[in-house]
């Protein structure tokens, strides 16, 4: 049980190092504000999701969704 916990733990700070890699490689949301006025039908307003800032958005939600799901099963009271 202590390796299974050891290598959770290792995935988990992998996870955490990744995530805020990802993180701060984002656009700000200021560059959104064009959005406003209409200037969202572009080439790239309409494929984001094929850019590569819809990659990091995508691999963020992964990220953060592994980075929850590691935490509550790090947090169990098997591991104690």
Not at 58 to 72: C, D, N
């Amino acid at each position: 049980m202590e390796i299974l916990k050891t290598v959770l733990l290792i995935i988990f700070a992998i996870d955490c190092i990744a995530l805020t890699i990802i993180v701060l490689m984002q656009e700000g949301k200021a560059a959104g504000l064009g959005t406003i006025a209409g200037a969202a039908d572009t080439y790239w307003g309409h494929n984001k999701g094929r850019s590569m800032e819809g990659a990091l958005v995508k691999s963020t939600k992964f990220l953060a969704i592994l980075f929850i799901v590691l935490a509550a099963v790090l947090n169990l009271k098997v591991f104690a």
